[in-house]
């Protein structure tokens, strides 16, 4: 019932910025929990970002300052804004949707490459 695209990925330089889109396919979005996940070789997947569908919002140690998350509830799309990029940034990045009925939902991925 839901499909999650993600979008905007691709290589930038170091200090560079990109902004990913995630596009939600569904009834609830609004009331989803919806948060960005980032997969790099060889470690565990982790937390990036996360949003309320109030619209509260937590970040990771390691992104604090320099990435923000927000959505676009008439548009069921989610972004991830992020700026100052390091090379350690480098991963394959995922949406995920959280609902109490729905379930949870993992998009394709999307790959943010750094380069030094």
């Known amino acids: 019932q839901v499909q999650l695209v993600e979008s905007g990925g691709g290589l930038v330089q170091a200090g560079g910025s990109l902004r990913l889109s995630c596009a939600y396919s569904g009834p609830l979005f609004s009331v989803s929990a919806m948060g960005w996940y980032r997969q790099a070789p060889g470690k565990q997947r982790e937390l990036v970002a996360s949003i309320t569908g109030g619209g509260a919002t937590d970040y990771a140690d390691s992104v604090k300052g320099r990435f923000s998350i927000s959505r676009d509830n008439p548009k069921k799309t989610m972004y991830l804004q992020m700026s100052t990029l390091k090379f350690e940034d480098t991963a394959v990045y995922y949406c995920?949707?959280?609902?109490?009925?729905?379930?949870?939902?993992w998009g394709q991925g999307t790959q943010v490459t750094v380069s030094s």
């Open positions: 995920n949707s959280k609902h109490s009925i729905l379930g949870e939902n």
